[in-house]
């Protein structure tokens, strides 16, 4: 290799991942590529299942804890993809977690959900159940997303996941 330099100072973050982004084939859409990862945990989080939506929300929440996936070595331009894909439905915070093999505890980037009361919150987000009922049409609505993200005036994730699923006519929310 030579020594030109180029992104070497190029800073690279971690992410913890709770929901459709643990899924390989959603990041493989988003990234182009399918980044290392490690099994972790977020403590004093909850996931919750959202009403109208099949994707999840963390909130901060006393002695619970989240399980998830650490992606590592996440670049500065990846990391605003994620953040268009987040969009305004959750706020990038900071936190601490713990790495299931190793109990090392590391910094990382994860996406909680911006509304602490919102009243369609509820339960317990199975990513199980949600690979095997929904994980091929939101791949395709991804490729979508992507596909958009393009363009000079794309849409955001929520208007691409919103006429997406009523296309589909499946667990679109009610207006």
Known sequence: MSGSGI?????????????????DDVVRVLLKRVP?????????????SIKGRVYPAILPVENKKVSGRVLTGITEPEL????????????RRTVEVSLVDSSEKLLAHTYVWSNKDDPNLYGEWDFEEWKQLHLNDFVEMTKGFVEELDLPESKTRVVTYESFYQQEGDDHPAS
């Open 80 to 91: 605003y993809i994620l953040d268009m894909f987040e969009d305004e439905e959750y706020e």
């Open 36 to 48: 290392l990862s490690s099994l972790a945990f977020l403590n004093g989080f909850h996931r919750y």
């Open 7 to 23: 992104g070497v100072s190029e800073k690279v973050h971690n992410v913890f991942v709770y929901g459709s982004l643990m899924a």
